[in-house]
């Protein structure tokens, strides 16, 4: 399974959260589209023949109902918990019913910002825990230039750096680390960040995006530290050694 295939099945995970008769112009709509808009939660509306149940959300995946829940509560919900990946891992009795199917630690965006913020969260955990090794695609490695000094500092910090790239200039000098110049389409479309957390299985992560146009991503990232390490293996199997593809500067 290659890097696009990753993000597919991560994609095809997606949940279901439909709102049955409820009033069209209720904004509940909007905010629960903005509450989940991280974890994977397709938001939908529906109507009844019969018009009844009123105000009624049914969770669901591709293959089973997985909860049943009054929109009121949704409405508490909205209100009593902070949206955000950090505060669906509590067990709250009134809202067990439905977090308990949310506690995710893969989550989806096409916020190009965000995937951004989320890069530079995983480049942080790797610059704390100092040690483990980090891998860092960059699509072109005129892009990579633009991060030397970030990733030349991690190398000098202890941690094992593997920069990749197509070879549309001379790969930068990250010091020690590895240079995998490669002319694959790839690297040339997809945008990761993964760590492999140092000795430490909590941190793990890893950030993976597909470039679907000039200016738009649809990317992941995830704390699963067996699909971090699967997604290890297959880079290390694949780009196992730097490509002569170009002079490097290291």
Not at 81 to 99: R, S
Not at 139 to 144: L, V
Not at 181 to 201: K, L, P, Y
Request: hydrophobic share 35%; charged share 25%.
């Amino acid at each position: 399974m290659d890097l696009r295939d990753s993000i597919e099945l991560i994609r095809h995970r997606e949940k279901e959260l439909r709102l049955f008769n409820v009033d069209p112009t209720d904004t509940i709509h909007d905010d629960l589209r903005t509450y989940f808009e991280t974890l994977n939660v397709r938001i939908t509306a529906g109507r009844t023949a019969s018009g009844s149940p009123e105000d009624v959300a049914v969770l669901s995946n591709t293959s089973e109902v997985l909860a049943t829940v009054d929109v009121a509560t949704l409405r508490e919900l909205l209100e009593d918990v902070p949206a955000g990946d950090g505060n669906l891992g509590i067990a709250d009795g009134e809202y067990e019913g439905i977090l308990r199917y949310l506690k995710e630690t893969t989550f989806t965006s096409y916020d190009t910002e965000q995937l951004l913020f989320a890069s530079r969260e995983i480049e942080d955990r790797a610059r704390r825990v100092g040690q483990g090794s980090i891998h860092a695609g960059f699509q072109q490695c005129s892009i990579m230039a633009e991060q030397q000094p970030v990733y030349s500092d991690l190398a000098r910090r202890g941690v094992s750096v593997h920069a990749y790239g197509v070879p549309d200039a001379t790969p930068p000098d990250l010091g020690s680390a590895p240079v995998h110049a490669v002319s694959t389409d790839e690297i040339a479309e997809t945008w990761f960040v993964v760590f492999d957390g140092g000795g430490d299985d909590t941190q793990k992560s890893a950030l993976l995006a597909h470039q679907r146009n000039e200016s738009a991503f649809y990317g992941i990232w995830t704390y699963d530290p067996g699909f971090v390490d699967h997604i290890l293996e297959y880079l290390n199997r694949t780009y196992d050694s730097p490509s002569d593809d170009v002079p490097s500067a290291l």
